[in-house]
């Protein structure tokens, strides 16, 4: 009940595509939704993040889509590019415990 | 500018030996964290700390052990490691336990 399940587990998009990543959760006490990002090298870095109180968040190319009902959510990244080649991680955490429970990754390869 | 750093980036250790991995971090973080990362795994959480001589376990704490002595340096700590323990380490910190966690680099560690 605490696994957060991310797919796919790679992707390939030519450049300019949607990259689309999916994650699904089945603990509804989860009420925050974290995307990380991490490339070759380094640690992951908090990309963007969403709360269950609203539907959908947008920064820049970056969109959180949150399905409550559904128990899920995903990262759709416009006009990909390729230096958005990187491995992806969606996160759920629950009140103040600071305990993020991570999915699997994706890696994505954007294609120039 | 936020940082965290990890003492190494790659260690190559014996199994039995007991191995130390450190983490300082320079932004006043109040709470610290251990992941190891594992393809197709994500981050699963080992340990973690919200204050000086405190700890809690994570999902996998088996056969680790965390020290913070002061309130910048977290260390992990392998008693007797073992080559199922050949990972990715990665720390965090966060500045309360509802903010962003900042990843430091990452230690790769063989045991052989």
């Known amino acids: 009940q605490q696994q957060v399940k991310q797919s796919p587990q790679s992707l390939i998009v030519q450049k300019g595509g949607i990259s689309i990543i999916n994650c699904a959760y089945e603990?509804?006490?989860?009420?925050?939704f974290p995307w990380y990002q991490q490339f070759p090298g380094k640690g992951p870095a908090l990309l963007i993040a969403?709360?269950?109180?609203?539907s959908e968040k947008k920064e820049g190319r970056f969109t959180i889509s949150f399905n409550k009902s559904a128990k899920q959510f995903s990262l759709h990244i416009m006009d990909s590019q390729p230096g958005d080649s990187a491995t992806y991680f969606c996160a759920a955490s629950f009140g103040n415990t600071g305990k993020l429970i991570f999915g699997q990754g994706t890696t994505l390869q954007v294609k120039p | 500018d936020v940082k965290v750093t990890q003492s190494s980036r790659y260690l190559v250790k014996r199994t039995g030996e007991k191995v130390f991995l450190e983490c300082v971090q320079d932004m006043d973080h109040e709470n610290m964290f251990w992941y190891r990362q594992d393809p197709g795994l994500g981050l699963r959480l080992i340990y973690f700390?919200?204050?000086?001589?405190?700890?809690e376990k994570g999902d996998i704490p088996e056969g680790y052990s965390v020290s913070r002595e002061k309130k910048e340096r977290f260390s992990l700590i392998l008693e007797s490691a073992s080559t199922n323990q050949t990972s990715m380490y990665l720390c965090?910190?966060?500045?309360?336990?509802?903010?962003?966690?900042?990843f430091g680099a990452g230690t790769r560690l063989s045991v052989l």
């Open positions: 965090a910190s966060s500045l309360t336990p509802e903010n962003i966690q900042y």
């Open positions: 969403i709360r269950p109180d609203v």
């Open positions: 700390s919200y204050d000086v001589k405190m700890k």
């Open positions: 603990n509804t006490a989860f009420d925050y």
